[in-house]
């Protein structure tokens, strides 16, 4: 991975379902994050929903899709921006929540510390 800023993260869920039709969303707004939750709460079984975090202005959300190859999930290592790409680091491992035979690559929402603005994602 190339050098740059290491940038503080928060791996806040992973869900088995496509939040977007894209292979990333920046989440900047709150309608987008009602919006990307909308879609969550559509998917979840039972009366209670999981509350809808309130965007910051000093925080940057984000919904990255990896490709998954010999696991059901992944877990993300490490996230660095040089110049204008964000580089994400991902480890395969066997989530129990999921199906064991699930390939479906998760849809994973992270927090980013501060407003970190770039145009492409690597993901590897």
Partial sequence: MPGGKQIAYEDKNHYPFSLTSKDFLIIDS???????????????????????????ENETYLVIKPDLKNSNDISVESVVLNK????????????????KESRFSPNILLKL????????ITIK
């Fill in 84 to 99: 204008d790409i964000l580089y994400v680091q991902v480890k395969a491992f066997e989530n129990p929540d999921f199906r």
């Fill in 30 to 56: 709150q309608e987008k994050m009602d919006e990307v939750f909308r879609i969550i709460h559509q998917h979840t079984n039972g009366k209670r929903f999981s509350p809808i975090p309130a965007v910051m």
């Fill in 113 to 120: 510390k501060g407003k970190v603005s770039f145009k492409k």
